[in-house]
């Protein structure tokens, strides 16, 4: 591929680049020599799941490894235990080292949903193994990188300083931490969100005091969730994750908005946007909803989930395969809790809002009560939730 070319697809669906001739520099040097650049991305497993807003990172990681460079997939263990206080306007609780490290077993196996795993294209590094074992001479050294000045620059810092909110100064620590992650493996681009700019310049800095090539950053923007107006989060109940069922993450992509759609269509696919335009928004979205699933799974999961979603709202129709659960034996269980132990619901609170709202039924029966004890039959929640009762 040509590199202007090159440029055009790596731009696509990227907020900002630092910078683009830097960039280009390094794609003809690796041309030439015939040496893969190394591409950076951290993740800091604070929680076990990837949803669409990671992937907005890995796909253009994916770009990267399809044009021949090698991805540093680099999991934030020891950060993780700091705590990145981008965009926070209080301190960050602390996450066990424990808890960590089983989410970093699963944020491999998820992200490889989207990476080739070949391992002249990919490598797998954490943290944890170089930044536990700076000596403290090392870290002081570390901070005198940077000053208290230009900390407190940046809008969260300032923020929080003038409004008399904590900062701890380990949370100082973690821009220098980041940007010693690129000095270690000496990274030649990376990649990250939007808001992460003074993390990833930190890098830079880093880079030419020890007498490296500064990298390239290319950052992403942040992805809205289902909601269309916050940043997709777990914690917000407005995500699409990774490894949820092909029909769920359809139906999810159904219930978005249309102006939504065509950012996600921007910056989580490579279809042709002014072809999009031309065709009607719902089958749009039918386009989007099998690109997504398509991208997790493969295209005839993807297709069974269409015509699930299609049989189950456009007809009227239950959708196959529906989820059973066991009464027990003396019958007395009550409906709010078979709907949280299954996930159907996600909270005492949404049930009852769900209940006032009608939007719970047994085979086709409204259920009016909060105390509703369970019974035989399908119940429905919303309208792309089932279960059956036996």
């Known amino acids: 591929m040509e590199i202007k070319d090159q440029i055009k697809k790596l731009s696509r669906g990227s907020a900002e680049i630092i910078d683009i001739k830097s960039l280009e520099k390094k794609l003809q040097d690796s041309q ?3 040496k893969p650049l190394r591409v950076k991305a951290g993740f800091d497993p604070t929680a076990p799941d990837i949803h669409l807003g990671h992937v907005v990172l890995l796909r253009k990681l994916r ?5 021949g460079h090698k991805v540093l997939f680099l999991i934030g263990d020891f950060t993780a235990l700091v705590g990145d206080p981008t965009g926070r306007n209080e301190l960050r609780p602390a996450v066990e080292l424990s808890v960590i490290r089983e989410n970093a077993k699963t944020y491999a196996k998820q992200a490889l949903k989207i990476l080739d795993d070949d391992p002249k294209k990919i490598e797998i590094v954490y943290n944890y193994d170089w930044l536990s074992k700076l000596t403290a001479q090392e870290m002081l050294e570390l ?26 100064i380990m949370e100082f620590l973690y821009p220098l931490l980041q940007g010693y992650d690129s000095v270690y493996l000496n990274a030649d681009i990376e990649l990250g969100g939007n808001d992460q700019k003074f993390n990833l310049l930190m890098g830079r800095q880093l880079q030419e005091i020890k007498g490296q090539v500064p990298q390239v950053i290319i950052m992403t923007p942040l992805l809205e969730g289902l909601d269309g107006v916050k940043k997709m989060s777990k914690s917000l109940s407005n995500y699409i994750g990774v490894t949820e069922p092909p029909k769920e993450i359809f139906g999810k992509i159904m219930s978005i908005s249309d102006e939504l759609m065509f950012r996600y269509f921007e910056i989580l696919t490579d279809l042709d946007l002014d072809e999009l335009k031309s065709i009607h928004p719902k089958e749009a979205k039918m386009k989007l909803g099998l690109e997504i699933v398509g991208q997790f799974y493969d295209a005839n999961e993807a297709q069974r989930a269409k015509n699930d979603f299609e049989n189950t709202f456009s007809l009227g129709k239950t959708p196959e395969n529906i989820a059973e659960y066991s009464m027990n034996e003396s019958g007395s269980q009550e409906l709010v809790d078979v ?7 996600e909270s005492k609170n949404e049930y009852r ?3 006032k709202q009608g939007a719970i039924s047994c085979d086709g029966k409204k259920i009016i009560t909060e105390e509703w004890v369970l019974k035989e039959g399908l119940i429905r929640v919303g309208k792309k939730r089932f279960l059956k009762i036996v």
């Open 339 to 345: 709907l949280l132990e299954t996930g159907l619901v």
């Open 353 to 355: 809002r769900l209940i």
């Open 32 to 34: 030439k020599n015939k």
């Open 143 to 168: 901070t005198a990188y940077s000053t208290v000045a230009q900390m407190l620059a940046r809008s969260d810092f300032k923020k929080r300083y003038e409004s008399g909110s904590e900062i701890s």
């Open 63 to 67: 770009q990267f490894q399809d044009l």
